[in-house]
């Protein structure tokens, strides 16, 4: 008989803090005074804990602030919206992705082998912190990476390797998930946050990242348009897969938007770009669920060259209550990549599968009570890839995609802040110092340099 495995808080992380330190390359510590059972389900939890931390931390605020959807008004934010990326500023982020993928090669050895389930969940964890790790800095440490012990001289591996990598351990994943029940000896169940141990989402999971990791490919030799469009056929097929991050209702499980806007409201606020896009057409009403309406009574963007703290907070979608999640997958997405693979062959459904893309996107931040139907009438003498990527900006709000496609596409075509300190938008994020200082091995890019994805 199979045992289910329950956990009785997402404070899990905390105990995550015996576990491994934030430094890349540390040993996995358990204190003998404070003994702690190393169960797949403490270690899981930690890791999916700390997965959503960093797809809705700094690093997606940033990036949202560079593609401005966002503006950096005051504080730390500021700078970022005049291309200023201090490197001291990303060794919290970097330390938190490395940490997570040295926790999940911590379950795997301990207990992967006799337990396919946790396997897989953890190979597309994996595959998620080492995704986001390439995309900010191209790259990135990896094979040499996840050794026993610390290693401050660990190659960087090519950022095409890296994507290869991460695939594989997609494919991986899918594998291991496909295996029946009884191959496993212990079952993932509520100690999994995100499906509760249902396996056969986290499948539909795996070949929506494989989508969104073959289509970043879009500008090399190993793009695959079929490729892409297979993986769409087994990922998420309707919004009630999408991959959510979940919170608890106490202040130290809230989402880090809901506590960032509550702790630091007037640091990151709208960016007239974003808001003046929906104006061109009043009935979206998107821009009203994005951010809360001023004083003034509407919702108000900033410009980005001369910030001002009038302009408008976030609204319900991101930051309406602290126990709200944040989508890190949708079938919203997963549409907006057919329609550009579909641009892409020519395909004369591209236009619907657009339509259909914001229309998604439309009843998803929402909330349903707007379908979009009245603003998705692209037809294909109006569609192209341009278009496909503006939509999707407007969309994906909250997510990192937007400065990925930005970067990869060249769209949407956004002015360059005149007080910047570059003449570019930033193309990637900078190494961050306590890397640089630590590791010989770590290249120091410009900011203005594309990672290999974008060239």
Known sequence: MKKYIKIFSVAALGAMALLGGCKRGDDLYISP????????????????????????????????????????????????????????????????L????????????????????????TDILSAMNLGLLTDMWGDVPYSEALQGEVNYRAKYDRQEDVMKGILALLDGAITKLQSPEDANELLPGSDDLAFSGDVTRWVKIAYSLKAR??????????????????????????????????????????????????????????????????????????LYAYFDSTDLGDVIGTPIDNPTADASPWGAFLAGSGSQGINILSFAEMKFIEAEVKVRQSDPTAADVLNDAIKESCAMVTGGSYDGSDIATYTSANIDVSRVIYEKWLAMFGSAEPYNDYRRTGFPALNVNPSGRLSVIPKRFPTPQAERVSNPNAPVPALTDPVWFAQ
């Open 98 to 121: 490395y940490q997570a993928l040295f926790n999940c090669k911590d379950l795997q050895t301990r207990y992967g082998a006799a337990n396919p389930y946790y396997s897989g969940i």
């Open 33 to 96: 005074n404070s003994p702690v059972e190393v169960t797949p389900a403490l270690l899981l939890t930690a890791i999916e804990v700390s997965t959503f931390n960093s797809y809705e931390g700094n690093l997606i605020k940033n990036a949202s602030i560079l593609v401005q959807q966002n503006a950096g008004v005051e504080g730390q934010p500021f700078p970022i919206n005049n291309y200023i990326l201090a490197e001291n500023e990303f060794d919290n982020q970097w330390g938190q």
């Open 213 to 286: 990791y073959q289509n970043r490919l879009s500008n090399t030799a190993l793009y695959n348009a079929s490729d892409v469009l297979a993986s769409l056929a087994n990922g998420i097929s309707s919004s009630s897969d999408d991959f959510v991050t979940a919170h608890g209702v106490n202040p130290n499980e809230f989402n880090q938007w809901y506590d960032f806007q509550n702790n630091r409201q007037s640091y990151i606020l709208a960016s007239l770009a974003f808001v003046d896009s929906f104006k061109l057409r009043p009935t979206d009403l998107r």
